[in-house]
C-alpha cells in the first residue's frame, strides 16, 4: 500500500500564496506519476496539476501561470506552489499518485488539505 499525507493547507487572503506538500510512503516503487487535484463543495473534483515520472508537467486551465508542481524524489514529496490566490480556488486539494507496479497502473489518493482563499 501506498500512503499520501498533504499539508500546507489553510486560510488566505485573495492574493496571497500558499505551497502544499504531499509525502508519499509505504510501498512506493516503479514508475509513478503524481498530481494534485481538488474539489469544491457542490463541484465534481478536477485535474489542478499533475507531473510525470519523467517531469512533464500539465495544469487545469484557470491555474495556469498562477499555480507550480514540483517534486523531490528523494524526499518522496511533490509540492504545489500556489500565487495569486483567488476565492474560486477554496477547495479540499487532495493528492494522487499514480503508480505502475504491476500489469495497471493503480490509483493513491491523500485524505486532502483544506485550502481558503478569503479577506
Known amino acids: 500500500q501506498v500512503q499520501l499525507v498533504e499539508s500546507g493547507g489553510g486560510l488566505v487572503q485573495p492574493g496571497g500564496s500558499l505551497r502544499l506538500s504531499c509525502v508519499a510512503s509505504?510501498?512506493?516503487?516503479?514508475?509513478?506519476?503524481m498530481g494534485w487535484y481538488r474539489q469544491a463543495p457542490g463541484k465534481e473534483r478536477e485535474l489542478v496539476a499533475s507531473?510525470?515520472?519523467?517531469?512533464?508537467?500539465n495544469y487545469g486551465n484557470s491555474m495556469k501561470g498562477r499555480f507550480t508542481i514540483s517534486r523531490d524524489d528523494a524526499r518522496n514529496t511533490v509540492y504545489l506552489q500556489m500565487n495569486s490566490l483567488k476565492p474560486e480556488d477554496t477547495a479540499i486539494y487532495y493528492c494522487?499518485?499514480?503508480?505502475?507496479?504491476?500489469?495497471?497502473?493503480?490509483?493513491?489518493w491523500g485524505q486532502g488539505t483544506q485550502v481558503t482563499v478569503s479577506s
Open positions: 509505504g510501498s512506493i516503487f516503479g514508475i509513478y506519476a
Open positions: 507531473i510525470s515520472n519523467a517531469g512533464m508537467t
Open positions: 494522487k499518485r499514480t503508480q505502475w507496479d504491476g500489469p495497471v497502473p493503480r490509483d493513491y
